[in-house]
């Protein structure tokens, strides 16, 4: 009692000349904030609110209001409030902070610091619209050069034999996120608009639903430290398999999925008891030293005959690239980088805001060092976390990256608000909570057509700076960092990213 | 802009630079008098064994007392001299261009399979990385040289006495520069070894294309996007023994729907060329002709935006930016056609 | 007027377009021009009632800006020939390279054999005088008739089937490219569309072919029936389902 209640975190007022009194706020929040009275009035309760904007796209008149922060504390560049809450917090509990989303300290962006080049004069830029644009990405190991002979009758004989890839007509994917993390509906849409789009989506590592089962030649599925749902058939449906080690919102830590958001139905797909915690340890307790990785690797591909490619995630940490290099001389096809803006359902916040580095340094170094050691044929590279538009992915690509998992902007497609809540299982778009009548407020045929919508214009733009780049086969965009410059970065970050500063 | 011509006699019958000359004026209005230069195969007879390494020096004191120095650590000099050159009123002399006849020690190269190559390779790249200062290896092949500089192609011609040599495979290139200022270094055509190159247009995968250069021992030090193509035509040609169709093929690859439409084999082969060698395709307009020992290749960018004609005439194959820079050459060439995108026109040394 | 002969041997495009003016603007009707070899920009913005006749290999851009002039070319041409030409005619009695009649917007220009690609790229048309028309008699390569927003490319082809490239009619916006023989529909560039070719398609082309073969003594009768492609904008506005405002 002695320390008293923090102010509130938003504060929710409605302009009641302009309310027509419909009840749908009322219905919508799932978080309680409004109360219907007998005589039609409304009450609300700020302190319930969670920003997830649910009310206020529901009123038909705008008549919602909703201010951060209303209460002001005296400012201060160290103290912020929040530095002082969650003090408090700790204080109040003695326990770990938790939070959802990705990153949510002050860094400066180094996507925002980089600038792409186009053609002029010199050089004739490429119109996507009527010349052939070539996005068409091959994810896996490539070799490293051709046996092809020439036979005597002057007919050409290819002798190498090239490991499985897989195909993408676009280099954006949907990444891991886990059904028990998010619904059933949620995943079910990602998994159509990959499936429309011609990319794939991740599992996570909640298991296979057999309602994605039709959608399975477009699914990648991840085998985690929990090894959860992980069973001869979930292996053998994914058109590959991707063994997580890390993730760039908690690297070091495992994956916790709260007793709460485990129903029956995630519960069975998990192969784990309803109710329960599902803990992902932080290590695979198989995996305590690089070559025992290569030996998961082969066990993987063992299993389903070596006809899938195995890709293996690691979050970006300051050794990254090294860890890369070891990965790739694992048999893995391709190395993916989640970088310190990284989204989770759940991660203690410490780690969220402080561990890991940006994923533009760890895509570049990472491209940088598998050059140098002249492996960088062996894995495809593929970078996440904090991808927000299409830009983001040509710079991405251009640092060397081959493709990129889209994650938060997928959520955002099927109606997301990045409040950071999903822990409390509650979402109101039916997206991170597994309660029946939330979840039925999302449909997948909607939703699916909203996050292949999406996808589509990112790739449609993506065409058209690489148009104006004078390029018109994404291979020629990889690693190209002389397309990129870089504006009021510091030197050492420019000679990290091996790109000139602007002017140069 | 710029302008190429390049010519083979398949039979090895020689001709002197004084043709390829007039062609190459012709196109001066694709040039820029900012650079020109020449490449010709089997000048040197009488040191036909030996890899004649052509230098830029920029005094003869300091930078050619360290390159004698490598050099000789690693081969044995049969002869050198400067390059007999004549004065010309608009050529400003900025470098000395010198040439080694150069016979490497053949067992101080260990674990490759061309280890002659690979020590000339290794010398190469050793001078013209800042290391060496004021010394720049501008050619590096067996019987074979190129002759280049900041000037018009008559006045480069004139000052390299072009007409007195004799070749049975002659490049040549009239520039105007997209990224660098003239100087002697950025003029075509670039050589490693046996490879020479001459190149109209930008590339713009450049940055991609040098990294996978660089990641296999080269290095890219001529500030020119050119210089990149000659290591990737050793790395596929010497390295990787791949044959020259498909060299082209990895660097103007058909389109996947095009690819897609292809029976079983082509299509295997096409995929498996696209999927392994994506970092050597080149983006951006370009007519390149790449001249070695035993033969040209010719070819244009995938979408075709650079011209190139090819004719014929008995033995002899001429591959230019322009049909009249062949005429000039040979009044009575036949056979005048287009090459299609990304299609090898390739002419061989008959044996 | 007696014809004016000029001798082009080792001249320059300038010096050569004065010989030409002065001799239009003198009244001649007729100009011979041997030895040609690599001049660019012959006839290079030239107006008048005059029949140039050049022998041998122009450079590029022949009768770039051209108003009215013939030019007769007894050899290949370069790039772009009749660039941006606004009326006159171009008959060209062997190949030309690439972009030919690029940006077109009237006049008409004649090749015996092959072009490269992007033929007719940007031909426009306005009002009844400014409708340009390009004939070919051989092959043409990919991109032809792109972006294209008037006039008439007809290709006749050596076999019968003339286009074996892609990209036909990129973004073409207006005009009609016709083409002997069959096309695929995946040979079509993005916003074009294959339409009927029916006898009144065909009775508003034979004055064009009849004047093709004229010009090279070919016999018209083989190519005055209604086996070919015909080449439309599928709309005015292709791209518009593309953008979405802010």
Redesign the interface.
């Known amino acids: 009692m002695s320390l008293g209640s923090v102010p509130l975190k938003y504060r929710i007022q409605i302009d009641r000349q302009q309310c027509m009194q419909c009840m749908r706020c009322v219905y919508n929040c799932s978080y309680g904030v409004f109360r219907e009275e007998d005589d039609g009035n409304i009450l609300i309760d700020s302190r319930k609110c969670t920003a997830c904007h649910r009310c206020i796209s529901m009123c038909p008149r705008d008549a919602i209001n909703l201010s951060e922060h209303p209460v002001d504390y005296r400012s201060h560049p160290l103290w912020t409030p929040q530095a002082r809450e969650d003090v408090i917090n700790q204080s109040r509990s003695g326990r770990i902070v938790l939070a959802g989303m990705g990153n949510a300290k002050d860094y400066p962006i180094i996507y925002d610091r980089l600038v792409l080049d186009a053609c002029q004069v010199t050089n004739p830029s490429i119109d996507p619209l009527r010349e052939p644009m070539e996005l068409r990405t091959y994810l896996g190991q490539k070799p490293s050069k051709l046996d092809i002979r020439k036979q005597e009758n002057g007919e050409i004989k290819l002798n190498t034999k090239l490991s499985p890839n897989l195909e993408l007509q676009t280099p954006i994917m949907i990444g891991h996120m886990s059904y028990g993390a998010i619904s059933l509906n949620a995943q079910l849409s990602l998994a159509k608009a990959a499936a429309k789009t011609g990319t794939y989506m991740g599992t996570g590592e909640g298991g296979l639903h057999k309602d994605i089962y039709p959608y399975q030649d477009n699914v990648i599925v991840q085998v985690a430290s929990g090894r959860f749902g992980v069973d001869i058939n979930y292996l053998d449906r994914g058109a590959a398999i991707e063994i997580k080690i890390g993730q760039g919102a908690k690297p070091g830590i495992g994956g916790h999925l709260p007793g709460e958001k485990v129903c029956t139905d995630v519960s069975c797909t998990r192969m784990i008891p309803a109710g329960s915690d599902a803990i992902s340890p932080a290590p695979h307790h198989d995996i305590y030293s690089i070559e025992d990785l290569a030996q998961l690797v082969r066990g993987l591909k063992e299993a389903t005959e070596w006809k899938k490619p195995v890709f293996v995630k690691i979050a970006a940490v300051h050794n990254v690239a090294a860890v890369a290099a070891g990965i790739a001389r694992s048999s893995a096809d391709a190395v993916v980088i989640d970088g310190f803006r990284g989204g989770t359902g759940a991660a203690p916040k410490v780690f969220r805001d402080n561990v890991g580095i940006p994923i533009e340094a760890a895509i570049a170094s990472v491209d940088q060092k598998l050059n140098d050691q002249g492996i960088r044929n062996k894995v495809s590279v593929i970078a996440s976390g904090g991808i927000r538009n299409s830009a983001d992915i040509a710079k991405s690509i251009a640092l060397g990256a081959d493709a990129v998992y889209i994650g938060t902007a997928a959520l955002i497609s099927m109606g997301c608000r990045v409040c950071g809540n999903c822990y409390r299982g509650l979402c109101p778009w039916g997206i991170a909570t597994q309660r029946e009548d939330l979840v039925s407020r999302l449909d997948p045929e909607v939703e699916s057509e909203h996050v292949a919508n999406l996808i589509k214009s990112w790739t449609l733009e993506l065409s058209e700076l690489m148009g104006a780049a004078g390029i018109n086969s994404i291979e020629s965009l990889r690693g190209n960092r002389s397309r990129l410059r870089g504006y009021m970065l510091d030197e050492g970050t420019l000679d990290v990213l091996q790109v000139k500063p602007v002017g140069a | 802009m710029c302008g190429i011509i390049g010519v083979i006699d398949r039979q090895k019958q020689k001709m002197n630079g004084s043709g390829i000359k007039e062609a190459l004026s012709?196109?001066n209005?694709r040039g820029s008098g900012e650079g020109a230069g020449y490449a010709a195969y089997g000048i040197y007879p009488d040191f036909e064994d030996c890899y004649a390494l052509h230098i830029f020096f920029d005094n003869l004191v300091e930078p050619k007392s360290k390159v004698d120095d490598i050099i000789q650590k690693w081969g044995r000099v049969v002869h050198q001299e400067e390059i007999p050159t004549k004065e010309q009123p608009n050529l400003k002399r900025s470098h000395v261009p010198w040439r080694y006849f150069f016979k490497p020690y053949t067992d101080l190269m260990t674990g490759s399979l061309t280890p002659d190559e690979d020590i000339v390779k290794y010398l190469v790249m050793e001078i013209n990385s800042s290391t060496i200062e004021g010394a720049l290896v501008f050619s590096s092949g067996k019987n074979m040289g190129v002759f280049k500089a900041a000037g018009w192609p008559e006045d480069v011609a004139n000052f390299y006495k072009i007409d007195e040599y004799e070749g049975y495979i002659w490049l040549a290139h009239n520039r105007y520069p997209?990224?660098t200022p003239g100087w002697w270094g950025g003029a075509h055509p670039f050589n490693l070894l046996n490879w020479s190159v001459v190149h109209n247009?930008?590339i713009?995968?450049?940055?991609?294309n040098?990294?996978?250069v660089?990641?296999?021992g080269y290095q890219c030090t001529m500030y020119t996007d050119t210089e990149v193509v000659a290591y990737l035509f050793d790395l596929l040609g010497r390295?990787?023994e791949?044959?020259s169709?498909?060299i082209v093929k990895a660097m103007a690859p058909p389109?996947?729907?095009?690819i897609d439409?292809m029976n079983d084999k082509e299509r295997?082969?096409n995929?498996?060329?696209?999927?392994?060698?994506?970092?050597a395709?080149?983006?951006?307009?370009f007519a390149i002709v790449v001249a070695t020992h035993d033969g040209i290749v010719g070819f244009t960018d995938?979408?075709?935006?650079r011209?190139l004609?090819v004719g014929e005439h008995g033995s002899r194959l001429y591959i230019s930016s322009?049909?009249?820079?062949i005429?000039?050459m040979d009044p009575q060439v036949e056979d005048?056609?287009?090459p299609?995108?990304g299609e090898p026109v390739i002419g061989r040394v008959v044996t | 007027m007696e014809p004016v002969h000029i001798d082009a041997r080792g001249l320059h495009y300038t010096p050569l377009n004065q010989q030409i003016r002065r001799a239009v603007s003198e009244g001649t009707t007729e100009i011979i021009v041997d030895n040609v070899l690599g001049q660019r920009f012959i006839a290079d913005g030239l107006k008048g009632e005059v029949t140039i006749r050049i022998n041998g290999v122009p450079g590029g851009d022949l009768g770039m800006f051209m108003n009215g002039p013939t030019c007769i070319v007894k050899g290949n041409c370069d790039h772009a020939p009749g660039n941006t030409m606004d009326s006159g005619k171009i008959v060209i009695h062997g190949s030309a390279g690439d972009a030919v009649a690029h940006s077109m917007r009237g006049g008409k220009v004649f090749v015996r054999d092959d072009i490269g690609y992007r033929g007719g790229i940007h031909m426009k048309e306005y009002g009844e005088d400014h409708k340009p028309i390009l004939v070919i008699g051989g092959n043409a390569c990919s991109f032809l008739g792109e972006y294209m927003a008037g006039g008439v490319i007809i290709v006749l082809g050596k076999s019968s089937n003339p286009f074996g490239g892609r990209g036909v009619g990129s973004g073409i916006h207006g005009g009609e490219i016709i083409l002997r023989g069959e096309l695929k529909e995946r040979q079509l560039g993005v916003g074009a569309k294959i339409t009927e070719f029916t006898e009144e398609d065909l009775e508003k082309i034979s004055p064009y072919i009849e004047e093709f073969c004229g010009s090279f003594e070919i016999d018209p009768e083989k190519y005055l029936d209604t086996k070919y492609t015909k080449i439309v904008a599928s709309s005015s506005r292709p791209f518009a389902g593309k953008y979405v405002w802010e």
């Open positions: 012709l196109m209005e997209t990224n247009g930008e713009t995968s450049y940055g991609t040098q990294r996978y660089e990641s296999n390295h990787h791949l044959p169709e498909i389109f996947w729907d095009e439409e295997e082969l995929k498996a060329i696209r999927l392994t060698y994506g970092p395709l080149m983006n951006g307009p995938r979408i075709k935006l011209p004609v322009e049909e009249a820079a005429r000039t005048i056609h287009m299609g995108a």
